[in-house]
DNA sequence: CGTTGTGTTGATATTAATCAACAAGTGTGG
DNA sequence: CCACACTTGTTGATTAATATCAACACAACG
């Protein structure tokens, strides 16, 4: 969990290691990961007090890793891979309130139980603290605290996006707005350029997109199937969808467009 | 937006104040109001500080006080009354994301701007604070960020609650789910008990419950009229509203009743 | 006493869901 | 290597839930 800027690792892990403040942090000496959101935030950090505290784990493509009505004992950073992140009614009806890249934290809630499942859409890893021991950190490192308080607030702002989204815009509208959304993710575009991708790779299947947007796989598939005949996309293989006309999405996803 | 044990305000105000820890605080010494939950996380607080960064402003029925868009130079707190918070689309289409009670933070966000608008529905009080020296703020009293975090998460739930029921729930289960979330609110039913009221209170028009779940009004009103003749309601005045049959309100809301 | 805003109810339209069939790809085991 | 099941995705026909359009009742208000 703790990243300086040494390419290797230290063989016989020190036991405090203090990174400068202002230092740039990229490598976690704690798991593999290259950058890890939580600890840039952390100007100095005691080794041996993170190393009880988190742990990397690998999670299976599939794997649900947190259920919800669970006890919310731990706390994840997504460090590789992609989870959906739901909720479920008693009789199935799904919705998909997120998906979790790298860099997304999960398990914040105050609550005692987790509010949600998370399922691997593929081979992921995650940095998993203990929400016992989190406490007891956040209280010495203030910085970490008002980090997560921001990432909190750029969460609640794409959650009132999303109910926009779910409430009031059209079929075509939410299927545009989610294909802007892709191809605007750093991790699709080049970090350095914030523009749109070209080209956008998909790691979730058309029910996952069905149940992220409120509708159903067939809605979903029929309306990228006009798009695709209207000339806004193309679908050069299975989980990837190439953007032709970015501005006429842009516009349909905003409710503007035709 | 201090509050102290006293129930009157001490004539010639201090210049600092100092409540001590773990002491209760109840009466807010920079505005009138009775109950603060920014400051009820503050152990000791410096009240000339406090005095420069807040301001206690009545806001008049039907106000927009916060509009999506524009630069966000305040956060607020709300203090009396109540807000609706929504999201436009080009078009005029609508989505309420959040009413807005007593002890309701607003304008969280990290953005330059606002990403919501929020009217009044009714005449209110507001804390504002100055988003510039709340940053400073924040960082002298760490336990108040920590506040925050515990707000923005549960909001976080709550969103997430809220895209279910857009995404996937029938317009008799959102307006169920409505009816229970509000009747289980603390200011609908006794504080000390935690079940739900048998009255609730209705400050919104039926627009404004349409807008908040994604539907018509006519929905709205055809829903509530059936509810009645089911039996599981009654509307004695308007914008009341008598729960007859909690338990199957509660069961359609979550999505497995009739 | 008209005007306006709000809420209800009815008739009809339309979007997206449902039901259904099938194609393509993947993995399994004989 | 090839049937076989199984998953995913596409497309068509039909249905159903909710939106839209329309009329009217009622209360608040100047």
């Known amino acids: 969990m703790i990243l300086v800027r040494t390419a290797a690792r230290p063989a016989p892990r020190p036991r405090a290691v203090v990174v400068e403040p202002g230092r740039a942090v990229e490598q ?3 798991c593999d990961a290259r950058k890890h959101s939580v600890c840039n935030a952390i100007p100095a950090l005691d080794l041996d007090r993170l190393a009880t505290t988190a742990v990397s784990m690998n999670v299976e493509s599939g794997r649900a890793f947190i259920r919800e009505g669970d006890p919310a004992e731990h706390f994840f950073n997504v460090t590789a891979g992609c989870a959906k992140l739901f909720k479920l009614l008693p009789d199935g009806r799904r919705q998909i309130t997120g998906f ?3 860099g997304t934290f999960l398990g914040l809630a105050v609550s005692a139980t987790y509010a949600f499942s998370a ?3 593929e081979p992921m890893k995650v940095c998993r603290f203990s ?3 989190l406490r007891a950190l956040l209280d010495d490192f203030p910085a970490m605290e008002q980090r997560l308080l921001e990432v909190a607030s750029n969460e609640l702002v794409a959650a009132q996006e999303q109910m926009l989204l779910l409430g009031r815009k059209t ?3 939410r299927i545009a707005s989610f294909l802007i959304a892709r191809a605007a993710l750093p991790s699709n575009c080049l970090a350095s350029e914030p523009e749109l991708a070209q080209v956008i790779t998909l790691p979730m299947t058309r029910a996952d997109i ?6 159903t796989i067939e809605t979903v598939s029929r309306s990228l199937t006009r798009f695709k005949a209207e000339g806004l ?3 050069p293989a299975a989980g990837e969808i190439a953007i032709r006309d970015s501005a006429a999405l842009t516009r349909m996803a905003a409710g503007a467009g035709p």
């Open 119 to 121: 399922e691997a859409l």
């Open 171 to 173: 079929a075509r509208e």
């Open 233 to 235: 996309i193309e679908i």
């Open 100 to 102: 979790a890249g790298v």
């Open 131 to 133: 929400r016992a021991k």
């Open 210 to 215: 069905a149940d992220y947007l409120g509708l």
């Open 28 to 30: 976690c000496l704690h």
